[in-house]
């Protein structure tokens, strides 16, 4: 039975700050936050989940979840650990490592460690090293990344090298309205986007996706982000010149 507000263990911040980055400000400035708070109660989701806050600060389960803010894992060669770090919501900040054994796991031999956080344009992907698409959404401020082979949308902030993780059936939900795609069988189906078929990424432009994180960032992610939707240029006809050249 854990005795609530209690410091953080070291081996929970040294699994935390694994997937904080500290030569990013973004994720530094997190590691600031949760080298001053205390562990205050455990979240909605298990023993593993924790939630830290102000010491004085009371928290229940029926407070709801945020955003993941960073997330990645850690290889050994007797298994692996999990660690996920919400976004601050309301001084609080919620995080889950797994197993809740990982500290047998700990002395163990590490195989290898991936995360999210420390990715940044032109690298492959974090977790299987495979090629990702990159949108800009913003030149050099924000650029918008898919994984088909993780199942994963995250947008890269240039200034403060955040990856912030995009929930898959909100963006989809955004794409289909902004296509215009009324067809349950494809518009209801969120992860036909990562999967061959209709549905599937490669049969939207970067325009259709970079217009689709617009939309969504205005009603739900609220960075601040004041681009206008872009529109495909036509394309040139080039029968007409070719019968003009035939016509001489």
Request: aromatic share 12%.
């Given at each position: 039975?854990?005795?609530?507000?209690?410091?953080?263990?070291?081996?929970?911040?040294?699994?935390?700050?694994?997937?904080?980055?500290?030569?990013?400000?973004?994720?530094?400035?997190?590691?600031?936050?949760?080298?001053?708070?205390?562990?205050?109660?455990?979240?909605?989701?298990?023993?593993?989940?924790?939630?830290?806050?102000?010491?004085?600060?009371?928290?229940?389960?029926?407070?709801?979840?945020?955003?993941?803010?960073?997330?990645?894992?850690?290889?050994?060669?007797?298994?692996?650990?999990?660690?996920?770090?919400?976004?601050?919501?309301?001084?609080?900040?919620?995080?889950?490592?797994s197993p809740g054994e990982y500290e047998n796991l700990f002395n163990?031999?590490?195989?290898?460690?991936?995360?999210?956080?420390?990715?940044?344009?032109?690298?492959?992907?974090?977790?299987?090293?495979?090629?990702?698409?990159?949108?800009?959404?913003?030149?050099?401020?924000?650029?918008?990344?898919?994984?088909s082979e993780e199942k994963r949308i995250w947008l890269y902030e240039?200034?403060?090298?955040?990856?912030?993780?995009?929930?898959?059936?909100?963006?989809?939900?955004?794409?289909?309205?902004?296509?215009?795609?009324?067809?349950?069988?494809?518009?209801?189906?969120?992860?036909?986007?990562?999967?061959?078929?209709?549905?599937?990424?490669?049969?939207?432009?970067?325009?259709?996706l970079r217009n689709t994180f617009i939309t969504y960032n205005k009603?739900?992610?609220?960075?601040?982000?004041?681009?206008?939707?872009?529109?495909?240029?036509?394309?040139?006809?080039?029968?007409?010149?070719?019968?003009?050249?035939?016509?001489?």
């Amino acid at each position: 039975m854990e005795n609530f507000p209690r410091t953080l263990k070291e081996i929970e911040k040294k699994l935390l700050f694994s997937i904080l980055p500290s030569g990013k400000p973004g994720y530094k400035m997190y590691r600031d936050k949760i080298n001053n708070k205390f562990v205050i109660g455990f979240g909605r989701f298990g023993e593993t989940n924790l939630v830290l806050g102000n010491k004085e600060d009371k928290f229940t389960v029926q407070d709801a979840s945020s955003s993941i803010f960073a997330a990645g894992s850690i290889i050994y060669n007797e298994g692996k650990i999990e660690i996920s770090i919400n976004e601050e919501i309301d001084d609080k900040i919620e995080f889950d490592i797994s197993p809740g054994e990982y500290e047998n796991l700990f002395n163990n031999t590490e195989i290898k460690r991936w995360n999210y956080s420390e990715w940044i344009p032109g690298q492959k992907s974090p977790k299987g090293k495979s090629n990702v698409r990159e949108i800009v959404v913003v030149p050099g401020k924000y650029t918008l990344v898919i994984s088909s082979e993780e199942k994963r949308i995250w947008l890269y902030e240039f200034s403060s090298g955040i990856n912030y993780l995009i929930p898959l059936s909100n963006f989809y939900n955004q794409l289909m309205i902004l296509r215009n795609i009324r067809d349950p069988k494809i518009a209801l189906k969120p992860n036909l986007f990562f999967e061959q078929g209709m549905g599937n990424m490669s049969n939207y432009t970067d325009i259709d996706l970079r217009n689709t994180f617009i939309t969504y960032n205005k009603y739900l992610r609220k960075l601040d982000i004041k681009e206008d939707l872009m529109t495909a240029r036509p394309q040139r006809k080039k029968t007409k010149l070719f019968n003009f050249f035939r016509k001489g």
